[in-house]
């Protein structure tokens, strides 16, 4: 699949117009529902390889957040080889383990962030945060789609590389 169809399959599958309210508490016209494309083994397969093109010889372990991360970091291991971590958005209250990151994570592994749609750029500089305290050298976030409402701005100022596989403009979505 071409990203220009990869794009097209991305709107379809996940584009809702209406009117929503955003993680960022921001209202909106349109919704990218990433588990629209996320559970579709073919959309997410070809994430997958399009990801894999950021893990480099030097990136250890992938990460995604939960819970839209996790999809994107699994297919991506799959795709690579490499090993993955879950980072979670609160730590486990009162049973298990209690961790905030799930999996194996060794101090001073390189580490992707993938993600999958990026807003205001709050969910990944959490992970990154979490990562970061955990011991991980976390240089670069990838996201599936930029929404272009500042989120790269926002990562690249916590010190962060970040490349989206898709904007929102790739999309033919026009801002609201």
């Known amino acids: 699949m071409t ?8 709107r379809t599958a996940a584009l809702l117009e209406g009117d929503f309210t955003l993680r960022s508490g921001r209202r909106s016209k349109y919704y990218l529902d ?8 073919a959309l997410l397969g070809e994430l997958a390889q399009r990801f894999a093109r ?18 994107l970091a699994a297919a991506t291991a799959l795709e690579t080889g490499k090993p993955f971590v879950i980072v979670r958005n609160a730590k486990k209250a009162g049973y298990g383990t209690g961790k905030v990151i799930e999996g194996k994570l060794t101090r001073g592994e390189r580490v992707l962030l993938v993600e999958d749609i990026a807003t205001s750029g709050g969910q990944a ?11 991980a050298v976390v240089e670069r976030v990838v996201a599936t789609i930029d929404r272009q409402e500042g989120g790269r701005e926002a990562i690249e100022a916590a010190g962060l590389r970040f490349d989206a596989l ?4 790739d999309l033919g979505i026009m801002k609201d």
């Open 54 to 71: 950021y893990v480099t010889a030097d990136v250890d372990r992938i990460a995604g957040a939960e819970l839209g991360g996790i999809a």
């Open 166 to 169: 898709f904007t929102t403009a």
């Open 125 to 135: 500089i959490e992970a990154a945060k979490t990562l970061r305290d955990a011991g």
């Open 3 to 10: 990203d220009r169809e990869l794009a097209l399959a991305l």
């Open 34 to 41: 990433k588990y629209l494309f996320e559970t579709e083994p």
